[in-house]
């Protein structure tokens, strides 16, 4: 039933194509001052843009590292070992992220593990928070994450290397170039750590040691990507990505039975095929695609004690995941454009068990989304309207009962007004939905969680109000945003032969609140400073219908400033601030909520620059996270690092 109504739409999206190529073309239409990313033209909605000039000063190593200078998200490290965004209090799987308009989470649980992912070919993060367009596809009810690559045409290569505590040593590099038609980028990055330092303050004896332990990791990563320009605004790429890791799970400290999990293995490959299409002889449009393949292979080796010598149980697990997206934006003047969307997932996750004699178990689901979206455009108002029709089918559940299809719809709406040249007024609305993961229903989590093959999915309505303010020097943000979320996807504590475990329910209402503020201040030349604040309130509806039942892990605070100073012209310092609070955790072993204690982190950083080697750019830093070793949880029972030190360099030529 699922696919009759996809290929209704095909036809009917394949007729209105047909007849949008009759129109005249747009003699006045200028392509080159509207910003193609990832097939989206225009995007009216709160965002938030992380430049390649902040990611640089970050000195992240990993995609998570970046998540403290990012607005209203919180970074989270599970029990399993991975690390995670929250943004405004949606959780992971409600987040899309997106590589070069290439989904990067692995479809099985609808995660990847942010602190494996290098950052090193980064040019540009926007942040799209609430229901974004229609082009992004299903499960995105929290917002979308889209990160787009270097390219060839900066025709520069960079070299860099970092140094800290526990044997902490990390080598990047890249080259990018073009010549005639053609450019071509090319980087790659080592790293290696022992582990981090828990701050002194901890004295758990789960943790005997300074040292976390078991929180070693090891990555290799490689990224190229070729593209070909046959004319203005038209290109052909081929890009190609590889990443090899290992890594330990660090146990939780103090529940009655952790987890001693170690990842010998993490390996992801891909392959994707992008371009973008000028089509003058159809009128004036462009069509957009991406096409992705990737397979992705892990291992979990389970132990039966914290010194890691006995074997308990090993899971293998293999994805193929295939994806493809195709944008057709047709100009109907000046002012207005009409785009067509089609995207799909399909993925395939097998796993074996030594438990079970290794025998291989196979799940397999199929997301689309299909949608039509109207955008305007002039000197006083932007407005988008879209919506979708998505859908998600499981033709194989392992050895569980299988499921039916589930479709659903989607609407996506914005309008932004501009006052004067300094004041923008903003208004959207949305409706979207998300379907429960494989993982979610069908996997107990090595003994961890008690399966529900009965979930349903969680449809979101989001509503948000915004004004923004310009001046000479400054800018300020205020948004106001509300979230009612049915059936949401949350986890209990059960008890099953006495013994506590946790199992995925649907809560029936959820219902978020929330203000975000951003103020940009740059009072001098060498003075800059940026603030930002989140104030949530999230509670689940309880039988008496009033919203006080309490979720984890979605704090009321979420807070973080930075201020950089530049001493002379070649020494520059900053000061970080991030701050979290008002959040609760169930703990393993619990029968309720526990307040998570409220932390204020500090990091300091300061670099050297000038010019060598024929007006090439050295940098030296030195950084310091944590500077008041402050013993923080960002989930129970898994304290995080205490006072880091690294000091690093790159030459940019």
């Known amino acids: 039933m699922v696919y009759k109504k996809l290929l209704v739409l095909i036809c009917f999206f394949s007729s209105v194509l047909i007849y949008s190529q009759e129109k005249d073309s747009l003699k006045n239409y200028n392509l080159e001052e509207i910003t193609v990313k990832s097939g989206i033209v225009i995007e009216p909605k709160t965002i938030h843009v992380i430049s390649i000039e902040k990611i640089v000063k970050s000195d992240a190593s990993s995609l998570v590292e970046l998540g403290r200078i990012i607005p ?8 399993r070992g991975e690390s995670l965004f929250f943004l405004r209090g949606a959780g992971e799987r409600q987040i899309a992220l997106f590589f070069d308009g290439v989904p990067m989470n692995i479809p099985w649980d609808n995660r990847i593990d942010l602190s494996l992912i290098p950052i090193e070919a980064i040019d540009e993060i926007t942040v799209i928070k609430g229901i974004p367009s229609i082009v992004y596809g299903a499960n995105t009810v929290g917002g979308a994450v889209d990160i787009s690559s270097l390219n060839g045409s900066i025709q520069k290569s960079k070299i860099g290397l970092r140094f800290g505590e526990n044997n902490y040593n990390y080598f990047s590099g890249f080259h990018g170039g073009k010549f005639k038609k053609f450019d071509y980028f090319v980087s790659g990055s080592a790293n290696k750590t022992d582990g981090y330092t828990l701050p002194d303050s901890y004295t758990n004896p789960a943790n005997e040691r300074r040292i976390r332990t078991n929180s070693y990791s090891e990555r290799l990563s490689l990224f190229a990507k070729f593209r070909y320009h046959y004319e203005a605004s038209s290109n052909i790429g081929l890009a190609v990505s590889y990443i090899d890791s290992k890594k330990g799970v660090a146990p939780e400290t103090d529940v009655a ?9 993490w390996n992801k490959a891909s392959i994707s095929l992008n371009g973008s299409h000028l089509l003058k002889y159809l009128g004036t449009s462009l069509f957009t695609y991406s096409f992705s393949y990737y397979r992705f292979k892990m291992q979990i080796d389970q132990f039966k004690n914290i010194q890691y010598n006995e074997i308990d149980d090993i899971e293998k697990d293999f994805d193929d995941v295939l994806y493809g997206r195709m944008i057709y934006t047709y100009f109907i003047d000046n002012n207005s454009m009409l785009k067509f969307s089609l995207s799909a997932t399909s993925s395939a996750h097998k796993e074996k068990f030594l438990s079970n004699n290794f025998e291989l178990l196979t799940y397999s689901q199929t997301l689309f989304s299909a949608g039509v979206e109207y955008e305007f455009t002039d000197k006083k108002l932007t407005a988008i309207i879209g919506s979708s029709l998505d859908g998600s089918e499981t033709p194989q559940t392992g050895d569980k009962p299988a499921q039916e299809g589930i479709t659903d719809f989607s609407i996506n709406s914005s309008v932004i007004y501009t006052l004067d040249e300094n004041i923008n007024l903003s208004l959207s609305a949305g409706r979207k939905t998300r379907f429960p993961t494989l993982r ?15 979930l349903k999915a969680e449809a979101a309505i989001n509503l948000e109000s915004g004004i923004s303010v310009s001046g000479i020097n400054s800018k300020f943000d205020l948004n106001f945003f509300m979230s009612y979320l049915n059936d949401g996807i949350v986890r209990t504590v059960v008890v099953e032969n006495n013994v506590k475990k946790f199992k995925r329910i649907n809560e029936d209402k959820i219902r978020t609140v929330g203000l975000e503020a ?20 999230s509670f689940a509806e309880n039988k008496n219908g009033n919203y006080s039942d309490t979720l984890e892990y979605k704090p009321g605070i979420i807070g973080g400033s930075t201020i950089n100073y530049k001493l002379s012209e070649q020494i ?8 979290v609070g008002k959040e ?5 072993g619990s029968d309720g909520y526990k307040y998570l204690p409220d932390y204020l982190l500090s990091n300091f950083r300061i670099s050297y620059s000038l010019k060598v080697f024929n007006e090439s750019t050295l940098i030296i830093f030195a950084r310091i996270n944590n500077i008041f070793d402050k013993l923080y949880f960002t989930q129970w029972s898994l304290p995080e690092p205490g006072r880091q030190f690294w000091i690093g360099s790159s030459i940019e030529f």
Do not use: C, H
Request: hydrophobic share 35%.
């Open 72 to 79: 209203s998200v919180k970074t989270q490290t599970n029990s």
């Open 257 to 265: 039975s952790p987890r001693y999990w170690q990842y010998p293995l």
């Open 440 to 454: 979610e229903q069908f996997s107990g989590a090595l003994g961890r969680f008690i399966i529900n093959p009965e």
């Open 518 to 537: 951003l103020f940009d201040y740059k009072p001098a030349e060498d003075l800059e400073l940026k603030l930002n604040l989140t104030l949530l309130n």
């Open 572 to 579: 520059e310092s900053s000061l970080e601030l991030n701050y």
């Open 584 to 588: 609760f955790g169930l703990k393993e």
